[in-house]
């Protein structure tokens, strides 16, 4: 119990501060886009917990194990760090470096659209991010990669806290599919996700609406079902037609360039500050 207590609060001391960093400035954890990173968040994630392993295996060698002779032999407490939590990590560094590289190379070739996340009002970027894709939506693919990954970290820790002093969990070989799997299916999305336009935001003044977002080469825009002659800035990337007559927001907008369509994008006219009387 006591060393299961220790291993807990070396994990708290040793995740928290990473947590707080994070969250107060998620860069390391951002894509291109300044979205957060999917393969990059669970890449980072699984390397917590094996530094943390380690370390607690290591601590508890050097105190209750009773020193050197703790790791020695070929049922030690580390004899399966090569067969299973080194798969278990490789996965998902895998998958982060090929995803980088894929979309780096489609992004080159314009063969998919990456347009900036539009700004939060706390700086802070939603955790929803991980599991959806560039215009809000859920991705099946990235929701079940992050929750199997989820699910294989939650199953190694608690099997760890149960038993301390055995070293690492004797975990099946065959685990490293818990993440492997889910990793390729979420690189193979990587190529086959087709370069939809993307909406992030709009504006509306002097009865014009200006859209914002990326993929808009040969883009028409729909304004409440309504198609309307749009003027693409190739300084900005952005969309600025005329509004319809009788429009008035919410609207609800969708851009089609070549064939295809971005998501449907709800625009709401921002709420008037209350003024203060004296």
Known sequence: MTSALCALLLLAALAGPICLRLRRNPALITGRDGRLSTSTALALAWTVVLVWLLLAVLGHGFTAGGGVAYFRGTDGPLSNLTTVYLPLLGGPYVALIAAKTVVGLRVE???????????????????????????????????????????????????????????????PEEIWALTGAPAGAYLVNKFATRANPVITGAAVSGGHVTVEGGGFADARLTVDGTTVPALADPLTGTLTAPLPPGSHPPLTLVVTSRGLRSDPYCYEAPAIPAQRTT
């Open 109 to 171: 070739h314009g063969s998919l659209a990456k347009p900036p996340a539009a700004p939060t009002p706390t700086g802070r970027r939603p955790l929803r991010e991980l599991i959806a894709n560039d215009s809000g939506r859920t991705d099946l693919v990235d929701l079940q990669y992050v929750t199997l990954s989820a699910v294989t970290m939650l199953y190694v820790v608690l099997f760890f806290l149960a038993d301390v002093g055995t070293g690492l969990p004797r975990l």
